[in-house]
């Protein structure tokens, strides 16, 4: 019989998201191995990715009704599992790895678990969240950026998402604590990753994150842009969340800036434009861009293979010197209408790829 970690190693490939399976190292086991107990990784294989109470749960799987309320709510505080509703109505279900699992252990992460992450990381990456078309977060521009005259989708501005949810939570970037734990703490800020809607209440409730209003959240908003971090809300147009994320610890970002053209692997409807007239060649442009898209001679020059349309080159310019437009209609990233149907189309390109 396999051993329990590969079992539920693929258990989690069958997870639109992916995981990765047979590396040469193990090091997709010895991962497993930090988040999970053989107990919790048993359990966490009889769950679906539809939401059930325990009760539920039990009768399917011939369980005790209060051991294994007891068990899920436990495992779901730990992050191994997800949890939605309200306490004497919870309900639990599976989840992905990336982004899911990974994300929920923040308060779990030690030195050692940091350091096979950081292993594991590029491995994951490549084998998941880069294959097909549509990732599981998109690029957007900081509204300040943007060129009075290019349109802007509600579904395209953080402030938008930030007004529209019901609900708001902040938290700590789950990359830069890992990174800090290396021993290479990050300069930028650090409590900016957003959470909106009802799931804001799991982050909430297991200690990972807290509440905002939409002034303090609009505020630390505009904290993370002028530190140079790069805005990208989940994949669907019903966002429910929003990192913020820098060049030097975020996983997405590593992953593009890896790439030759990072302007064909991410998705985003917008690039950045100089105007060389205005352009007093200050060089602040090319500090600050986070895909090294920006060279500079007398003036500044926006590599549009590289360029990914965050914006964060425009909002320091002196002169304005440097927008964001929109790019042409074939080229503009559309995300589905809700996280169900974008999860899908994840689902269908990385079986396809």
């Known amino acids: 019989m396999k051993d329990v970690y590969q079992r539920l190693a693929e258990f989690l490939d069958t997870f639109p998201q992916r995981y990765p399976l047979h590396t040469e190292s193990g090091i997709e086991l010895r991962v497993l191995k930090h988040i999970f107990s053989p107990e919790d990784a048993e359990m966490v294989m009889k769950l679906t990715p539809m939401p059930e109470t325990a009760a539920e749960v039990a009768c399917r799987i011939g369980a005790d009704p209060e051991k294994t309320e007891q068990m899920l709510f436990e495992m779901s505080h730990r992050g191994q599992i997800f949890r939605i509703g309200k306490a004497g109505s919870y309900k639990y279900m599976a989840t992905a790895f990336l982004v899911g699992i990974i994300e929920f252990q923040m308060n779990r992460m030690t030195p050692e678990f940091a350091k096979d992450m950081a292993e594991f990381g590029p491995i994951l990456f490549d084998a998941t969240w880069m294959k097909g078309k549509t990732r599981d977060l998109r690029t957007i521009p900081i509204s300040e950026s943007v ?158 293979d590289r360029c990914i349309g965050c914006g964060v080159c425009a909002v320091t310019c002196p002169t304005e010197a440097i927008k964001v437009f929109r790019k042409d209609k074939d080229k503009e990233f559309v995300p589905e209408k809700d996280l169900f149907t974008a999860t899908m189309a994840i689902h269908q390109q990385r079986r396809e790829t």
């Open 147 to 304: 060129d009075s005259d290019a349109q802007v989708m509600p579904y395209e501005s953080a402030e938008a998402a930030i007004k529209s949810s019901k609900y708001i939570g902040v938290s700590d970037c789950m990359c830069r604590r890992q990174k800090a734990l290396l021993n290479e703490p990050c300069s930028k800020p650090m409590e900016v990753c957003f959470h909106f809607g009802s799931g804001t209440h799991y982050f909430v409730e297991n200690g990972m994150g807290r509440y905002v209003e939409q002034e303090e959240a609009l505020a630390i908003l505009k904290k993370g842009e002028e530190a140079g971090l790069v805005c990208q809300l989940s994949s669907s147009q019903n966002a429910v969340a929003l990192c913020m994320c820098c060049d030097c610890c975020c996983g997405p970002l590593i992953a593009y800036k890896k790439c030759a053209k990072p302007s064909e692997m991410v998705n985003s409807s917008f690039f950045a434009r100089v105007s060389e007239t205005d352009c007093i060649g200050c060089e602040l442009c090319e500090e600050r861009c986070p895909m090294d898209a920006i060279s500079m001679d007398d003036v500044a020059h926006v590599n549009l």
